[in-house]
């Protein structure tokens, strides 16, 4: 009995011991916002459709280049991920999405492993996790899109040229690596690959003296490594369509980048982002303001650098949609744990004294205890490859402000500093009683997706009423086990639990259940899962998904005349008045319409 009692706590402490390890606490987080649904599940149109659609006339017909008849506008490697996964688990709306939410969990590690670098792993670690609740970026990992597997390849290329500085012994392997990343990454996304890779270009030429990657042949021997599948798939598109096939590719790129085809104007990412990454991206510019004072070296065109160029390319770039600005996120995570952390630090603190509110970021900054010359309130922390800029006088100064009062304006300024928790704490439970009252009253609708939206206002007010609360029971109440950590968690958590009730509604993944509940209707099923239905003239923006759920397609035609009698069609609701040829109407569907021909 003895031996029973001492092992429990023995296996209790062994889980809690695994539970902190960084790995296995990001994917505690992560995966059940990755898999809460409602149990049901429906493709969204337009651009997760013709994924997952294209990907299965690949699955369907065998035909792994180009199924479709004609010389393709996209690289091949989203369809081939998707395909592949088709093969493994079937054709399902899981199946597609799978490759994006594997994508999502490994992006989530390397963006870890990047942090621990850059700005220490305490920070990483929030990145990390801040990173996984922003709202696009979340639904982008539950999509069937390219997205999220070239943003893995962009930060693995990232990982890799770091790595590669710090570990001189291993840099021709990590620079092959770098440059494959790059490669594979045109195979996924086409040229959008260009935009990263230019952005990286501050750091590679700037810091060149340092780590002469540019000068490496093992980087442009992986680089042309990865670009072997794609320079395969054109020399055999070639074999097919001749010269259409470098001209499609080009062309779409060079329409892409010619005209503004949503009416999306230069202003456009200022207001989106800030919308879909609520409330991270005001804390990412708070990081970035800590960041631009008290640099980083060696990395600092990595954090702050590559996001700027980066924003600028995407703000220039004429064709301006939400998912372009996905490759920002992880670095808007990263810049608000700097300022998340920066702000814990004043939280922590008890009395007003700059010099012991050392952030973990800030202490990035410091090489040894000597970086003051008293050395007071300066922890010993240098991570491989973090040496300090040399004005260590200039630096030191803006740790500290007038003990006298003298200057007025640094005083003002370390009073805002001061109370900016506080500040924020209360304005964020203002707006957490605004949700909580706009969804009280908002519940009377009887539309059901007014009433879903509201569930979700509701429970993320309530949950930011708890960080002005955390704040009070600290500062007011002498509550001191409540650290900065408490505080990070009532930013966090609300947040989680809001995402997680979504797709625990369907939100996130069943996008259409009128269509979906249509083909699993029993007198649809049983005529669609037994004979071929063809498309007469179907080629709208929603027409993707009934390719994609009618599970025998047909051939597509321009006339009802072009089918045989008794065969099964689809058809415009609009097209009745202009069809000649005799035909019943099995069903409709939105603005379209099952119908059989008549002899």
Partial sequence: MSYKIRLFPSIGRQIYLLVRLPYISLLIWLLPLLICNSGQSSLMAHDEGYYAGRARQMFDSGDWIAPWGTAHHKTPGPYWLIATAYNLFGVSEFSARFPSAIASILALFILYEIGK??????????????????????????????????????????????????????????????????????????????????????????????????????????????????????????????????????????????EDRNHNGILFYLWNIPLKSFPWLFFAILGLIVALRRPIANYQLILVGFPLVLFTELSIFSTRLSHYALGLYPFIALLAAVGLDWLGKIYQSTQIDAMNRVSTSEKLLIKNNDFLEDGEGITKIQPRGVRLLPDKRKIAQSFAFSPDGGNKLFSWMRKAENNMPRNLSYAIGILGILLIAVSIFALVSQDAYIRDRTNLGFILGLGWLIVPVVWIARHRFGQKFLTENYWFASWLIPCWLTLATAGSLGLLSDYN??????????????????????????????????????????????????????????????????????????????????IQVLP
């Fill in 513 to 594: 259940p009128t269509l979906k509940a249509f083909f699993q209707e029993p007198a649809i099923a049983s005529i669609l899962q037994t004979h071929p239905v063809s498309f007469v003239q179907v080629y709208d923006k929603n027409s993707v998904l009934l390719h994609f759920y009618t599970p025998i397609p047909g051939q597509e035609v321009d006339s009802i005349s072009q089918l045989p009698a008794f065969s099964y069609a689809w058809i415009y609701k609009q097209q009745n008045s202009q069809l000649s040829t005799s035909y019943r109407i099995l069903a409709t569907l939105q603005e379209y319409q099952l």
């Fill in 117 to 258: 670098i850059i700005v220490g792993k305490k920070v990483a670690w929030l990145a990390a996790t801040i990173l996984s609740v922003e709202f696009l970026w979340l639904q982008s990992s539950r999509l069937a899109a390219p997205d999220i597997p070239m943003i893995l390849l962009v930060l693995l290329a990232i990982l890799s040229l770091l790595k590669a500085e710090l570990n001189p012994k291993y840099s021709d392997f990590l620079l092959f690596i770098a440059g494959l990343c790059f490669g594979l990454g045109f195979l996924t996304r086409s040229f959008m690959i260009l935009l990263p890779m230019v952005a990286l270009l501050p750091y590679l030429i700037k810091e060149h003296h340092r780590h002469h990657h540019l000068a490496n042949p093992r980087l442009y021997l992986g680089l042309v490594v990865g670009l072997i599948p794609v320079l395969a798939w054109l020399w055999l598109s070639w074999s097919r369509y001749g010269y259409e096939s470098f001209g499609q590719l080009l062309g779409f790129v060079v329409e892409l980048g010619s």
